[in-house]
Each structure stands twice: as C-alpha cells, then as structure tokens.
C-alpha cells in the first residue's frame, strides 16, 4: 500500500510541476513579448529623434538569457529585417556551449521565432536533458554533443547546413568558456547576419589577447579560479574586423559582444561607448579557491589572480 501511494503521490508531483513549469514558461514569454513591443516603440522614436544613434543596451531584456541578450537580438533581428521573408539570410541559428538550453542566447528567438537551429555541448548528459525537453519535437532543433575546437567546427556546422539543405544561417553565439577566439577565426563555412561572443572583461579595454590555444582546454584545469578563459573585447573587436564584421555594443553586463557583418551596417544606426565601460560593469564573483570552493573575487583582485599565466598576443586590426 505504502508503494501505491508513493507512486501516486509521485505522478501528482510530476504532473503539478509540469504545469506549474508551463504557466511560468508562458508567463516568461508573454512578458518578454510585451517588451519586445515596446522596445520597437522605443527604437521607432530614436530613430525619428535622432541623435547619436542606437545604444543597444537600451533594448536589453531576458527570458532565457544569462543578461539582457535576448532583447539585444531581439532588436538586431528586426532592425536588420532577418525575419523577413526578404532576407538573404535563411532564418537558421547556431550556438554552441549552450549546456541543458534552458539559459541560452537563442531559446527565446526559437521560441518567438520559430528558426531553425543547430546547438551543441560537450555534456552528453545535458544534450540528453536537451532532447528530453518538449522544446526539442515542438522545432526543429538539433542538439549534438561536442567538444568544440578549431578543427572540427567547420564539418560539425557543415554536416547539419547539409542535412537542412542550407548554406548560411543568420545568427552565430559562441560561449565555451575558453578558446572562442582562435574557434570564431577558424569559422570559414558561414558568415551571418549576426555573431555573439563571450569575451573575457578581466582582460580590460586595452590588451589585444586571449588564453593561447589548446584543444583540450579546460577553464577550471587551466587555472582553478575559473577566471582564465576567453579572449579580451578588444581582441574580438579585431578579428571581427579582419573576418568583414562591425561591433555593435556589448550588454550592459560586461559579458557578451555584438557583431553585425559589414555589409548590414547602413540598417542600424548604432553608437558604442568607450571600450573600458564594457569592462567596468562585469561585476560578476564566480572566482573559486584551490578546494573549488566560491572565492568572491572582486575588482582588480580577478586578474590579479591569474595575472602569472601566459596570453596570446593577438592581431590589432582594429586601427
């Protein structure tokens, strides 16, 4: 008896949670589009004043985004018309280092949008939790487990454009919490509309580098603070230069970068600030000690700590 009712009681708490996790997700996406309404409000009446153009931070929001990404691309998407049937671009995403999906940069556009897209990790169980969700048969997404380096990017992007009879997709996110730089400069196989990349703001505005490369790095064995991965902003800035795209902004806190390739640029009328207002607001304290434990680093204290290890001196092409 006491089995019975244990299994019952198990299938109510399912059951409940579901629908609890449905009203909320409903509730999530319905705010979010709100949002999105008046964010083009927003932008209609910048547009008409004038001035010295769109600070893309203006439009943050977040649904399913660490920060405000999602409103950021929300406003990239529509001031470039890449939902368009008229668009060149097809309405196709890749992002990758995405883990179980439920924080990401392009859940919120799949969801509102209905693109097709392509995510990968290197977590064979966070791709199974992935393919477990209901998002995973309601779109067509695929999720492949990976681990991502300069090498096999290309065929991993390749072999799902093939399977979807694609040969551009509009939007590219990377965030693998290490070589990012050296994977976006080995990226040859599409050029979209838009791509965002973590970048690393302990580096601050003035050094041109990232962690060197390594195909098996690891952010927390190459250094126990965690704090050691990436690429400075400015080194992205430069490469995004050298591969025809044009940096748009950062979100407001310090974490991800905006491109738009070259040829979009006359659609958006942006402005940036200076370089270290991008740096300075990265408040976040997710430093661990030797023991794994959260060390709360602050400041100056984050680079300090890893100040010893050796960088990649990039290429400045930003001049």
């Given at each position: 008896?006491?089995?019975?009712?244990?299994?019952?009681?198990?299938?109510?708490?399912?059951?409940?949670?579901?629908?609890?996790?449905?009203?909320?997700?409903?509730?999530?996406?319905?705010?979010?589009?709100?949002?999105?309404?008046?964010?083009?409000?927003?932008?209609?009446?910048?547009?008409?004043?004038?001035?010295?153009?769109?600070?893309?931070?203006?439009?943050?929001?977040s649904a399913y985004s660490q920060n405000g990404?999602?409103?950021?691309?929300?406003?990239?998407?529509?001031?470039?018309?890449?939902?368009?049937?008229?668009?060149?671009?097809?309405?196709?995403?890749?992002?990758?280092?995405?883990?179980?999906?439920?924080?990401?940069?392009?859940?919120?556009?799949?969801?509102?949008?209905?693109?097709?897209?392509?995510?990968?990790?290197?977590?064979?169980?966070?791709?199974?939790?992935?393919?477990?969700?209901?998002?995973?048969?309601?779109?067509?997404?695929?999720?492949?487990?990976?681990?991502?380096?300069?090498?096999?990017?290309?065929?991993?992007?390749?072999?799902?454009?093939?399977?979807?009879?694609?040969?551009?997709?509009?939007?590219?996110?990377?965030?693998?919490?290490?070589?990012?730089?050296?994977?976006?400069?080995?990226?040859?196989?599409?050029?979209?509309?838009?791509?965002?990349?973590?970048?690393?703001?302990?580096?601050?505005?003035?050094?041109?580098?990232?962690?060197?490369?390594?195909?098996?790095?690891?952010?927390?064995?190459?250094?126990?603070?965690?704090?050691?991965?990436?690429?400075?902003?400015?080194?992205?800035?430069?490469?995004?230069?050298?591969?025809?795209?044009?940096?748009?902004?950062?979100?407001?806190?310090?974490?991800?970068?905006?491109?738009?390739?070259?040829?979009?640029?006359?659609?958006?009328?942006?402005?940036?600030?200076?370089?270290?207002?991008?740096?300075?607001?990265?408040?976040?304290?997710?430093?661990?000690?030797?023991?794994?434990?959260?060390?709360?680093?602050?400041?100056?204290?984050?680079?300090?700590?890893?100040?010893?290890?050796?960088?990649?001196?990039?290429?400045?092409?930003?001049?």
């Amino acid at each position: 008896m006491k089995k019975f009712l244990k299994k019952i009681f198990n299938k109510l708490r399912i059951y409940f949670t579901h629908e609890l996790d449905s009203k909320l997700d409903k509730l999530t996406m319905l705010h979010a589009n709100l949002l999105s309404i008046q964010h083009k409000q927003l932008y209609r009446q910048q547009l008409m004043v004038g001035g010295g153009g769109i600070d893309i931070r203006d439009f943050e929001f977040s649904a399913y985004s660490q920060n405000g990404e999602d409103g950021i691309l929300d406003l990239l998407i529509e001031s470039l018309e890449l939902d368009s049937p008229h668009s060149s671009y097809p309405r196709a995403f890749v992002e990758f280092g995405v883990q179980d999906y439920t924080e990401s940069n392009t859940r919120y556009l799949l969801k509102k949008r209905n693109f097709m897209g392509f995510i990968m990790d290197g977590s064979a169980t966070h791709i199974e939790s992935i393919k477990q969700d209901g998002i995973y048969w309601k779109h067509d997404l695929e999720a492949q487990c990976a681990f991502i380096t300069k090498d096999n990017i290309n065929t991993l992007i390749k072999q799902w454009l093939d399977s979807r009879k694609l040969d551009n997709i509009a939007i590219l996110s990377i965030d693998i919490d290490g070589v990012d730089y050296f994977v976006w400069e080995a990226i040859e196989c599409v050029k979209p509309a838009i791509v965002v990349v973590e970048y690393n703001a302990i580096f601050g505005e003035s050094l041109c580098v990232s962690v060197p490369y390594r195909a098996d790095f690891d952010r927390f064995l190459a250094h126990h603070s965690g704090l050691y991965f990436g690429a400075s902003i400015k080194a992205l800035i430069s490469l995004g230069k050298s591969k025809g795209y044009i940096f748009v902004g950062a979100d407001s806190s310090g974490t991800n970068a905006f491109f738009i390739h070259q040829s979009l640029e006359s659609k958006l009328p942006f402005s940036t600030a200076p370089l270290q207002e991008y740096c300075s607001t990265h408040h976040a304290r997710q430093s661990r000690d030797a023991f794994g434990n959260l060390s709360f680093l602050q400041g100056d204290e984050r680079l300090k700590a890893i100040k010893h290890l050796p960088l990649h001196t990039c290429k400045d092409f930003s001049h």
